[in-house]
């Protein structure tokens, strides 16, 4: 029978088969991609008799047709007879004294052209003449994260193509599931959780098997929910550290969500790293942002879009987790313009067919409700505001001068004749704590205050709310509240004010969470505030910040459990010229509580420059500015003198035995310079360290947890440099103004290369306009730090707006969530338009037409929004 089957060359393979026979086999064959120093064996039905007791015929065609190794494929070739006779592979290599690879169970071609051997255990068996067989694992080709795999998955764990399965004990066996002709992603490993219709597996059994991955294949895997399973947040909090996690499901979603994947933190809200842009005639401002029109943004989130004002802020609850409806949220505070209801049809009509066929809309005020059904394309689609209730409760929210507010507007109030719902009655012990609470505020209040011209007397109010209110019962939660009337379907109520708030905390409900405003991690809710007439503008001395901490915008609350609250009256006399008066250093969170000192100032006259260093503490850390040394006072005039020095040092200051300077100190100090393609060399890395000290110590923490959110990072380059250049990065954005020699300028230059660019416009603050020319073109001569312009935050002095191309971005590397941007040195900048109070400019190369409308846009936006958040980065320019 033998003589009916031939071995002949079909493609980069070889067949072997009855000709006619196996069909299969012969455009399996045709199709399959060369294999280096190895030929592919294709094994028809008709031959796997012939090929396993090895036909004599059959093995002297082949040896004819074979200059190297073999990988036969057909079942069982690898494995031990059922009486322990040896594998028909490894015969075959002694035989043609060849390599021969052969899988040891069943092969299953997937639909990319890869192959997989099913069974626990199985895969791939490589058999040398005259040597034991060597397992490399059950997919071909071999991703490189399959030799990191556990050779015996734990209970509930099992291989398949695309990665590994993670169910719940006792589940049924799914042969034909879908799931499994998926084939795997040659970068990522993927872990699938769970299965439709079954239970979740338990976050401990998912943990478990992370940790069992070695690191390199841990920081690049990605959890794919594969039912109603959305275990990632529990998963990164159990192991303390970063979990991605896909969020579409592998298969059978009716939608591509448009946020493809997101990172979670422990106790923090996930963070989206991937996603697709929903229509290609949005522009992109900043990541997962588009803008849809003037003053007006979508963004990219898990269950869908987002659509709302710049002016107002992101809500929490307008994201969750993508469901069967492609949703589309719509929030304004105001009438939505017409221009804008237009660009949301043309919006709708650009989505793909998929999440237009399945869109939801979701508004969240009666103004949304209005703009929506004045789209054609969205009839029938648009919910009612019941939805808000359904999703989340409004909780209360703790501001920076210590007021009560809610984070989302309050239910509506009860129509005509409608009785409004009784609140459960509080407690004793809690009813009594709120009522002397309530009465030592009243009294508080009413206490005379008299107010010299020329001086500050605090007064101390305590906090209404204080976490004793959770001590009468619970300590999970400080007070609770109970809703107003249900929701009317359409009508939303306006915020309450501070005190009908205070009247509704109840603790019955359990539906209200008392946060701080501040994502700081805060054990007080006593603030500082300082109250200032508009007629007298103060500026804020910078906060102090603790070593290797980045600038944020949240507020730094100290520790003091009052509220020293300081109020001032305007001075009609002459003006007075400040005094300057030292800041109180913030307390560590780690320190115990101190009463507050509140320092005496003096009121600034009506109309005044906003002074520098007045000892007001400040609620929000400012940014670090680059700072200049003041002359001595014999050129200073009448400037400001200048706070006294209180900053903490990023490490403790040696003894200083040098004499002070008798000559005024130089305006601007030498900044190395080196070139825009530096590479940092092994001993300039050393010294790096040596130089840097605990504060290098402290920013690898930061650098590590970077690489182990965002992979990619490590691609390309030196992997030796990659840890020094991007600490080197990472020190400078905590301390741009400090004093660096050139082996740190030289890793921050290669480490700044490594971070991703950034085509949008920044902004820095900048003294005056004096010195910018229209049309001259300046060269930065050091790394210069800008934020991105929106959302809008300020600067002190007149705004210097860039439109920029190689910007870096940081993120990642800081804390909060400001879009800090590095411009490297070197960068040419042209300088288009010079007004006031701003200067335009932009990147050497770029249109002048395109780089003018983009900043037009830029100075629009940020001149209709509120801005919001500490003055950002401002100084002199380091550029001539």
Known sequence: MSDTITVARVGHALLVGTQGCDREAEA???????????????????????????????????DEHVSGGLRLLAPHLGACGPAGHVPPARLLADRLGVEVVAPDNDLHALPDGTFFVWGPGAGWVSYRPGGAGRRTGPRHPAPWWQEHLPTTPPEGVEQIPMGLWVRAPGGPARPADPLLELAADSQRLTVVIGAPGEPAPSVSAITGLLRSLPGAARDRTVLTSYGDHDVAQAVADAMSGAVRAQHAPPIGATWRPFAVESVHLPGAWPALERWTAPAPSLPQITPAVYRLAPGWRVEVVPRGLVMRPDALPFDRLWSAPPGATADLVLAADEAVPESVVTALGGLVRDLPADARNCLRV????????TAARQVPELSGRVENLSWLRSEQRPALVVTADGRLLPSAPLLAPPTAGQRPAEPPAPRPALAARKAEVSSRTAANTARPTTTAATEVKPVEVEPVVQAEFAAADRSDRVAEFSPLAPVDGNEISEPATHASLATELSDEDGCLDLRPASPADVRSLAVTAAVVPP??????????????????????VPEPARVARQTTEPVAAAPVEPAPVASPPLTPASAAPTPATPSPTVAAPPNAAPPTGTGLPSLVPSAPTRAIPTPSPATTGDTAPASTPTDRQETPPEPETRTAPTEPAPTHRPIPLVPPDARSTPEQRARLRTTLGDRYDMATRVVSKLLAERPGLRSGGDTAALMPELTAVRVFAVNPDDEYNEDFHTCLTA???????????????????????????????????????????PVTGAELLIWT??????????????????????????????????????????????????????????????LRGAPCWSGPLEAK
Request: hydrophobic share 45%; charged share 20%.
């Open 28 to 62: 399996l064959a045709a199709a399959l991609a060369p294999e280096q120093h190895r030929t592919a064996v294709v094994v028809g039905e008709s031959a796997v008799d012939a090929v396993s007791r090895l036909d004599p015929w059959v093995i002297a065609d082949l």
């Open 362 to 369: 979701l508004p969240c005020s009666p103004f949304a409700v």
């Open 535 to 556: 007629s007298a503008p103060a500026t804020s001395a910078p906060a102090v910040r603790p070593p290797d901490t980045a600038p944020a915008t949240s507020a730094a």
């Open 751 to 793: 480490g700044l290369r490594r971070m991703p660019t950034l085509r949008g416009v920044v902004v820095r603050g900048v003294p005056g306009t004096t010195g910018f020319v229209q049309g001259d073109v300046l060269t930065l001569q050091a790394p210069t730090p800008a934020v991105s312009a929106l959302p809008p935050i």
């Open 805 to 866: 191309t190689t910007g870096r971005r940081l993120d990642g590397l800081l804390d909060g969530q400001r879009s800090d941007v590095v411009l490297p040195a070197h960068t040419r900048l042209r300088v288009l338009l010079v007004e006031d109070e701003r200067v335009l400019l932009a990147e050497q190369g770029v249109a002048a037409e395109q780089a003018m409308t983009r900043l037009k846009a830029a100075v629009v936006a940020r001149a209709a929004t509120p």
